[in-house]
């Protein structure tokens, strides 16, 4: 799948994307003379994006983009900036799993002991998720008991 920038006075303005809809039954000969020139990417061969960012430098030819991308390591803000973003997204998740714990165990008429068991173990474990020394990001999130009896289903 070819990616492409707009250039507009020998700067990149857009991309590297997928070309706009409109213009995708264009020849490259076409687009190239409205701007969209072919980008050849230089990637780096790891990209861990927890610890490093990403950067990119254009070198524009005659036909095409050379579109760069250098990585360096992220800061001690980034980092804590990106545990924050996960963080943030996880509680959304186990206060949503909460609440299905909760609707379970208010009806336990409805559940077998077995069932029972495995609701309020699930529940423990969402509410315990963040006590360990483990980077948030490489925190196993817990199967609930709905999961781990249907997994085909879910």
């Known amino acids: 799948m070819k990616l492409y920038c707009k250039v507009e006075?020998?700067?990149?303005?857009?991309?590297?994307?997928?070309?706009?809809?409109?213009?995708s039954a264009r020849s490259d000969f076409d687009l190239l003379n409205m701007g969209w020139y072919v980008v050849d990417r230089a990637l780096p061969q790891h990209f861990d994006e927890r610890l490093e960012v990403m950067?990119?430098?254009?070198?524009?030819?005659d036909r095409t983009v050379v579109a760069i991308y250098n990585k360096r390591n992220k800061t001690e803000e980034e980092i804590q900036?990106?545990?924050n973003e996960i963080t943030a997204q996880l509680q959304e998740k186990i206060n949503h799993e909460l609440k299905n714990c909760r609707s379970k165990l208010d009806f336990p008429e409805k559940l077998t002991l077995q069932e029972i068991e495995s609701w309020q173990q699930?529940?423990?474990?969402?509410?315990?998720?963040?006590?360990?020394?483990?980077?948030?990001?490489d925190i196993p999130f817990p199967v609930s008991p709905a999961q781990s009896l249907f997994p085909i289903l879910n």
């Open 122 to 137: 699930y529940k423990n474990s969402l509410e315990n998720f963040f006590n360990t020394d483990i980077p948030v990001w």
């Open 81 to 83: 900036h990106y545990k």
């Open 9 to 23: 006075q020998g700067q990149v303005v857009e991309g590297p994307k997928l070309l706009p809809l409109h213009l």
């Open 55 to 61: 950067t990119i430098t254009y070198n524009i030819q």
